[in-house]
C-alpha cells in the first residue's frame, strides 16, 4: 500500500442507529409470517460461510425442498446433513454447479431442480455465491508474471459475481412458472463504500450485480417477481477472514466487508 493511501475511505451516513448481531425481538415476531412452507428454495454458495446459515435459516421455515448449489459436492453434503439433523422432515438436495461458467451451466442446475421436484419450477432463488481476492491492479511486484496473475485474478471477480448472477438470474426467470418468483440478491457493504483497499474488482463487481438485479425488478414487474437485496453485515468466513487465502489464487484478502 502506498504511504498515504487511506485505509478505508468512508463519506456517506449510515443510515440506521443500531447493529444487531442475532436475530432480534421485533423481527422474531413476524418470522411466523414469513414461513416458507410449501415453497421450493435454490440456494447458491450454500456449502460454506453465510450460506450454511441461510440453508439452516430457510430450512427451519419449512420450505417444500431446498436446493443445496456450489462447486464443492461434499461442503454441500456437509450442509444438507447439518439441516437433516435439525430438520429431519425437510428435503435438501445437493446440485453441483459453477455458475461463473454461465447459462448453460446455470440452465442445466435449474433443469436438475426441476427433476428432482416433480417439473415444478423453482420458487425463491438466493444469490449468494461469490468470489473475491485481495488483488491490487499494479502492486509493489510489477513483474509480468505477477501483474497477469494479479489481473486474472482482479477479473475472475466478474466471472464469477457479475456473468454469474446473470446467468443465474436469466436460467431461474427462463424456469419458474408465473407465480410471484422471488429473488434474493446477497449484496456487499463494499458496493457503495468509497473505497476499501486492495478489492475494486470485487466491491465494482458486487455494485455491478445490485444494479443489474435492481433493474430486473423493474423488468419482471409484469408477473410479480419480488427482487430484494440484503446485506449480511461483517460476518467471519473463509471470504473475510484476514489474511485468509482464497482457494482459487493463492492471493490474500484483507479487509472485513461491512
Ligand atoms: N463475509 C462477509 O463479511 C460478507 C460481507 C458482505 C457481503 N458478503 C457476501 O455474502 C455472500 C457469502 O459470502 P461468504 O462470506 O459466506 O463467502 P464464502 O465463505 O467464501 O463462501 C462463498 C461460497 O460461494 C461458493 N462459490 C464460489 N464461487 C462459486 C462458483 N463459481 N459457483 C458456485 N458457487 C461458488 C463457494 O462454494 P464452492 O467453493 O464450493 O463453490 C462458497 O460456498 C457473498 O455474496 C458475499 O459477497 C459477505
Known amino acids: 500500500m502506498a504511504q498515504n493511501e487511506p485505509t478505508v ?4 451516513r449510515n ?19 414469513a414461513a416458507a412452507s410449501g415453497k421450493s428454495v435454490l ?21 417444500r425442498v431446498i436446493f443445496l448449489c456450489g462447486r464443492t459436492r ?3 453434503e456437509e450442509t444438507r446433513a447439518k439441516i437433516l439433523k435439525e430438520s429431519p422432515t425437510i428435503r435438501a438436495e445437493v446440485i453441483v454447479v459453477d455458475i461463473g461458467k454461465g447459462v448453460a451451466e446455470c440452465l442445466q442446475a435449474l433443469a ?16 449468494n455465491a461469490a468470489y473475491l481476492a485481495s488483488a491490487r491492479v499494479v502492486g509493489d511486484d510489477d513483474s ?8 486474472e485474478a482482479n477479473w475472475k471477480h466478474y466471472e464469477v459475481n457479475v456473468k454469474g448472477s446473470l446467468a443465474l438470474a436469466t436460467a431461474f426467470l427462463r424456469n419458474c412458472v408465473p407465480s410471484n418468483p ?77
Open 182 to 258: 422471488v429473488i434474493i440478491n446477497i449484496s456487499s457493504g463494499a458496493a457503495v463504500l468509497d473505497y476499501v483497499p486492495g478489492i475494486g474488482c470485487y466491491a465494482s463487481s458486487k455494485l455491478a450485480t445490485l444494479k443489474m438485479y435492481s433493474d430486473l425488478s423493474f423488468e419482471e414487474t409484469a408477473r410479480g417477481s419480488r427482487i430484494f437485496h440484503l446485506h449480511p453485515g461483517s460476518v467471519q468466513t473463509a471470504m473475510s477472514a484476514p489474511g485468509a487465502s482464497s482457494p482459487d489464487t493463492g492471493t490474500h484478502t484483507r479487509v472485513p466487508l461491512d
Open 43 to 63: 440456494l447458491t454458495g450454500a456449502g460454506k460461510g453465510i450460506g450454511i446459515s441461510i440453508a439452516l435459516a430457510f430450512a427451519r421455515a419449512g420450505p
Open 74 to 76: 461434499a461442503t454441500l
Open 9 to 12: 475511505a468512508v463519506t456517506r
Open 15 to 33: 443510515f440506521t442507529t443500531e447493529y444487531h448481531h442475532d436475530t432480534y425481538k421485533r423481527l422474531q415476531a413476524r418470522l411466523p409470517n
Open 112 to 127: 436438475a431442480a426441476r427433476n428432482l421436484d416433480s417439473g415444478r419450477s423453482v420458487d425463491i432463488l438466493i444469490n
Open 144 to 151: 509480468l508474471a505477477h501483474v497477469q496473475e494479479q489481473f
